[in-house]
C-alpha cells in the first residue's frame, strides 16, 4: 500500500517513528503540560484525510484547527506555491510584489461593505492585535471589550481579549480589556426564554457595560462573528446588528473576528455576510489560504485607512503579505471561486451536517444541543438534557469525553474537541458520503457518551 505522498506504510512508519522520537526530544508544545503528551504523528493528507504513523486512514473532521477549508493538499495550491518558490521566495514588505497585490485585490472583493484595505500578518493573533492596536490609534482610547466564551489568539492583546480559560494563566488584568456576556441562549445568563428575549437582554447588558465602563474610554469591540473554539454559538437575530448600532452610537470600532469563521466555513465567505452587518475592521487567517503556508490579516474600512494617509502607522511584520502564503491565498480563492466550495459548504450543511446532526440528538439522550451553519457544527454533550449539566466541566474534560474521542479515532474519525463539545467541522471540500461516514461514525461512537447520562 502507497499513501498520497507516495511512502509506503512501512516507510510512513520508520519516517513516524523518527518524527515522534525527535519530537518527544526537542520540541516544546503549545498549551501543553510536555510530560503528558503522547502526538499522533501525521504522515501523508489528501482531501479530507489524514494517515497517521500507523499508516491509519482517519477523516479529518477536525480540519486540523479548523483551518484546512479547502482540504489537504489541494493540488491548485500546492502548485501555486511551488511555482512562487521559483519566480520569487520572499522581498521586504516595503516593495510590492505580485502575489500580495492580487492576494489583496481578492481579499477586498470578498469583504462586505468597503473593507478594502488589507493589512497582511503571519497569523490570526497579530492580526487581532494590530487590529486592536489600529482601533486604538484611531479613537484615541485604550479599553478594549470582548465577550465570555470566546478565543481570540495566543499573543498578548489577544489572549487577554479571549474569554475563556487559557486567559486565566496570562491575564494581570492590566490589558485594557473587559468582558461582557454575548447570546447564548441554550446556557443564557439572561433567563431569556426565546432568541428574541435573548438578543433584546444581551444588548441591554452590553449597553449597560458601556455605560458603566465609560463610553469614551473605549476603542473597540471585538467579536467573533460567530464564535468557534467556544462552541460555535449563532448569533440570534438583530444581536449583531444591535452592536452595529451601540458601536455607531458610541464612536466604538466594531472588530469582525473571522480567523476561524471566514472563507467559507459557514457557507458564505465572511460569517458576519449571514447577518448584513459591516465591521470597520475584519481579522482573518487560516481559510485565507487553508493554513498551507501561514498567513492573517486585517480588511480595514475607508475611515479608518485615511486615518492612516499622513500619519504613519507604527507597525508592521518582517512577513507581512510573504510571497509564498500570499501565492497559496491567490489560488485558495480562485479555486474555492471556480470549483464552488464554498457553496459546497452551504449545501453539505444544509442538507446532510444539520439534518444528520439533529437525527443523532433525537437517537442519543447525551446531545443536549446541536449548533451551527455550513461546515462548522457543534455537539454540546451533557449528563441531563433537564438540567443541561456538561458532559465535563468548564475548561476542563472528563473520562466520558476522552473515551468518546478514542472511540472515533480508533474507527477512523479525527474530531475537534473542547470541554463537553465535539465540533463537527470537516474541509468546506467534504462531500456527502464523507459527511455521511463521519456522522455514522459519530453515531456509534456516542453510545459511549450515552451510558454517562442520568
Known amino acids: 500500500m502507497t499513501l498520497p505522498n507516495g511512502l509506503t506504510v512501512d516507510q510512513a512508519r520508520a519516517e513516524a517513528a523518527r518524527a515522534y522520537e525527535l519530537d518527544?526530544?526537542?520540541?516544546?508544545?503549545?498549551?501543553?503540560?510536555?510530560?503528558?503528551?503522547?502526538?499522533?504523528?501525521?504522515?501523508?493528507?489528501?482531501?479530507?484525510?489524514?494517515?497517521?504513523?500507523?499508516?491509519?486512514?482517519?477523516?479529518?473532521?477536525?480540519s486540523q484547527l479548523v483551518n484546512t477549508n479547502i482540504g489537504h493538499q489541494h493540488p491548485k495550491v500546492v502548485a501555486a506555491v511551488r511555482d512562487q518558490a521559483a519566480k520569487l521566495c520572499t522581498v521586504a514588505p516595503q516593495h510590492a510584489n505580485a502575489a500580495r497585490s492580487e492576494a489583496a485585490r481578492l481579499i477586498a472583493e470578498r469583504t462586505p461593505g468597503e473593507l478594502n484595505r488589507i493589512f497582511f500578518t503571519n497569523g490570526g493573533a497579530d492580526a487581532i492585535e494590530h487590529a486592536v492596536r489600529m482601533a486604538r490609534l484611531y479613537t484615541d482610547r485604550?479599553?478594549?471589550?470582548?465577550?465570555?466564551?470566546?478565543?481570540?489568539?495566543?499573543?498578548?492583546?489577544?489572549?487577554?481579549?479571549?474569554?475563556?480559560?487559557?486567559?486565566?494563566?496570562?491575564?494581570?488584568?492590566?490589558?485594557?480589556?473587559?468582558?461582557?456576556?454575548?447570546?447564548?441562549?441554550?446556557?443564557?445568563?439572561?433567563?431569556?426564554?426565546?432568541?428574541?428575549?435573548?438578543?433584546?437582554?444581551?444588548?441591554?447588558?452590553?449597553?449597560?457595560?458601556?455605560?458603566?465602563?465609560?463610553?469614551?474610554?473605549?476603542?473597540?469591540?471585538?467579536?467573533?462573528?460567530?464564535?468557534?473554539?467556544?462552541?460555535?454559538?449563532?448569533?440570534?437575530?438583530?444581536?449583531?446588528?444591535?452592536?452595529?448600532?451601540?458601536?455607531?452610537?458610541?464612536?466604538?470600532?466594531?472588530?469582525?473576528?473571522?480567523?476561524?469563521?471566514?472563507?467559507?466555513?459557514?457557507?458564505?465567505?465572511?460569517?458576519?455576510?449571514?447577518?448584513?452587518?459591516?465591521?470597520?475592521?475584519?481579522?482573518?487567517?487560516?481559510?485565507?489560504?487553508?493554513g498551507y503556508v501561514p498567513l492573517g490579516g486585517v480588511a480595514i474600512a475607508p475611515h479608518i485607512a485615511?486615518?492612516?494617509?499622513?500619519?504613519?502607522?507604527?507597525?508592521?511584520?518582517?512577513?507581512?503579505?510573504?510571497?509564498?502564503?500570499?501565492?497559496?491565498?491567490?489560488?485558495?480563492?480562485?479555486?474555492?471561486?471556480?470549483?464552488?466550495?464554498?457553496?459546497?459548504?452551504?449545501?453539505?450543511?444544509?442538507?446532510?451536517?444539520?439534518?444528520?446532526?439533529?437525527?443523532?440528538?433525537?437517537?442519543?439522550?447525551?446531545?443536549?444541543?446541536?449548533?451551527?451553519?455550513?461546515?462548522?457544527?457543534?455537539?454540546?454533550?451533557v449528563r441531563d438534557r433537564t438540567t443541561r449539566e456538561p458532559l465535563a466541566p468548564y475548561g476542563g474534560t472528563s473520562p466520558a469525553m476522552t473515551e468518546v474521542v478514542a472511540a472515533c479515532r480508533a474507527a477512523g474519525l479525527l474530531l475537534f474537541v473542547n470541554f463537553n463539545r465535539l465540533h463537527v467541522v470537516p474541509p468546506c471540500t467534504v462531500t456527502e458520503s464523507e459527511a455521511k461516514e463521519g456522522l455514522a461514525i459519530l453515531d456509534e461512537a456516542l453510545s459511549i457518551t450515552d451510558r454517562h447520562t442520568a
Open 24 to 62: 518527544r526530544r526537542h520540541v516544546f508544545h503549545s498549551w501543553s503540560a510536555q510530560k503528558q503528551l503522547t502526538p499522533m504523528t501525521i504522515t501523508a493528507a489528501q482531501g479530507c484525510y489524514v494517515w497517521d504513523g500507523d499508516g491509519n486512514r482517519l477523516l479529518d473532521f477536525s
Open 306 to 381: 485615511a486615518a492612516f494617509d499622513e500619519r504613519a502607522y507604527p507597525g508592521g511584520l518582517t512577513y507581512s503579505g510573504h510571497p509564498l502564503a500570499t501565492a497559496a491565498a491567490v489560488a485558495t480563492m480562485t479555486a474555492m471561486t471556480e470549483e464552488g466550495i464554498v457553496e459546497n459548504a452551504a449545501d453539505i450543511g444544509a442538507r446532510v451536517l444539520g439534518p444528520g446532526l439533529r437525527g443523532l440528538a433525537e437517537r442519543h439522550p447525551s446531545i443536549g444541543e446541536v449548533r451551527g451553519l455550513g461546515v462548522f457544527w457543534a455537539l454540546d454533550l
Open 142 to 290: 485604550y479599553k478594549v471589550l470582548s465577550r465570555y466564551r470566546s478565543y481570540h489568539g495566543g499573543t498578548e492583546t489577544a489572549i487577554n481579549l479571549t474569554g475563556d480559560p487559557r486567559r486565566w494563566p496570562n491575564d494581570h488584568g492590566n490589558a485594557g480589556t473587559v468582558h461582557f456576556f454575548g447570546p447564548f441562549l441554550y446556557r443564557s445568563q439572561f433567563h431569556a426564554s426565546d432568541e428574541n428575549e435573548e438578543t433584546e437582554r444581551a444588548l441591554a447588558h452590553l449597553e449597560q457595560t458601556i455605560l458603566m465602563e465609560g463610553p469614551s474610554t473605549i476603542a473597540a469591540i471585538v467579536l467573533e462573528s460567530i464564535p468557534g473554539t467556544a462552541g460555535i454559538m449563532v448569533p440570534p437575530p438583530g444581536y449583531l446588528a444591535g452592536v452595529r448600532a451601540l458601536c455607531d452610537e458610541h464612536g466604538i470600532v466594531f472588530i469582525a473576528d473571522e480567523v476561524m469563521a471566514g472563507f467559507g466555513r459557514t457557507g458564505k465567505w465572511f460569517a458576519i455576510q449571514h447577518f448584513d452587518v459591516v465591521p470597520d475592521l475584519i481579522t482573518f487567517a487560516k481559510g485565507v489560504n487553508s
